[in-house]
């Protein structure tokens, strides 16, 4: 049974941190491309960073400079470290692994920005 599990959610005031984490079991970690989406109230699910099996990264415009997404193989977790919040940031982020037609989401984790 596939699982990603993710956690590290919460409110945060602007300008400052969290750091997600998406804990995966029931697949083979390494072999899967990994990525971070959000999706805002009224709003479309929208990439915000993805990772791929050999560690190549890529950012939407929004978060660049910002926001770090890394994977840890042996631990099989995704992490998504956000720096810099902004209201603007303000959804619910899901994990999410892809692997040819194997597409697999986790449950999200609620992640608002707000003083």
């Known amino acids: 049974q596939v699982q990603l599990v993710e956690s590290g959610g919460g409110l945060v005031q602007p300008g400052g941190s969290l750091r997600l984490s998406c804990a995966a079991s029931g697949i083979s970690f390494s072999m899967y491309g990994m990525g971070w989406y959000r999706q805002a109230p009224g709003k479309q699910r929208e990439l915000v960073a993805a990772i791929t099996r050999g560690g190549s990264t890529n950012y939407d415009d929004s978060v660049k400079g910002r926001f770090t997404i890394a994977r840890d193989n042996t631990k099989k977790t995704l992490y998504l470290q956000m720096n810099s919040l902004k209201p603007e940031d303000t959804a619910v982020y899901y994990c999410?692994?892809?692997?040819?037609?194997?597409?697999?989401w986790g449950q999200g984790t609620q992640v608002t920005v707000s003083s």
């Open positions: 999410n692994a892809q692997l040819d037609r194997f597409d697999y």
